[in-house]
Structure formats: C-alpha cells, structure tokens
Nanobody, 120 residues
Framework: QVQLVESGGGLVQAGGSLRLSCAAS????????MGWYRQAPGKQRELVAT???????NYADSVKGRFTISRDNAKVTVYLQMNSLKPEDTAVYYC??????????????WGQGTQVTVSS
C-alpha cells in the first residue's frame, strides 16, 4: 500500500502564509512527480503546482510568484509554501504522487486533503 499524508492547512488572514507538507510512505519503488491540487466548493479540482524528480516545476498562473513547491527526495516529502494568500485560495488542497510501486505498477495516488481557508 501507498499513503500520502498531508499537514499544514488552516485558517489565515489575507496576505498571510502557510506551508503544506505531504509525506509519502509504503511500497514505493520510485516517484516520478509530486504535486498539489485544490478544490474549492462548487468547483472542479485544479492543478496548483507540480515538481518532478529532477526538480522541474510547473505552476498554475493564479499562484505564480506567490507559491513555491519543493521536495525532499530522501524524506519522500513535497512541500508547498504559500505566501500572499488571497481569499480565492480557499480550498481543500490535495497532494498527488505519480509513482511506481515495488513490483512495477505505476499509478497516481492522492492524499486525504487539507483545508486552507483565507479570510478577508
């Protein structure tokens, strides 16, 4: 089995910062990429940021310059530093991992989600 455990969500005022963490564990052979997605009430889940094993990053236009994704390959953990938060960043944030399990099966895995609420 594979588990992704997120932490770091919460309530913050507009302009504030939060740091999300996501640790992967289980029968993992290798991880190709990890990322963060979010889903606001009544909206579809959308990409926030991704990072490959080599460190290449991709960001949604709405968060460029404010959010930074990073990873610690040794700890199998991905982070999302969120600065200058806006009320429209309010959503449930989900961690995602594109990985290969021991035994060779490649699949996408999701965390349980962590709530981020930004008050105006």
């Amino acid at each position: 089995q594979v588990q992704l455990v997120e932490s770091g969500g919460g309530l913050v005022q507009a302009g504030g910062s939060l740091r999300l963490s996501c640790a992967a564990s289980g029968s993992i052979f290798s991880i190709n990429a990890m990322g963060w997605y979010r889903q606001a009430p009544g909206k579809q889940r959308e990409l926030v940021a991704t990072i490959t094993v080599r460190g290449s990053t991709n960001y949604a236009d709405s968060v460029k310059g404010r959010f930074t994704i990073s990873r610690d390959n040794a700890k199998v953990t991905v982070y999302l530093q969120m600065n200058s938060l806006k009320p429209e960043d309010t959503a449930v944030y989900y961690c995602n991992a594109d990985l290969i399990r021991i035994g060779g099966l490649r699949n996408d895995y999701w965390g349980q989600g962590t709530q981020v609420t930004v008050s105006s």
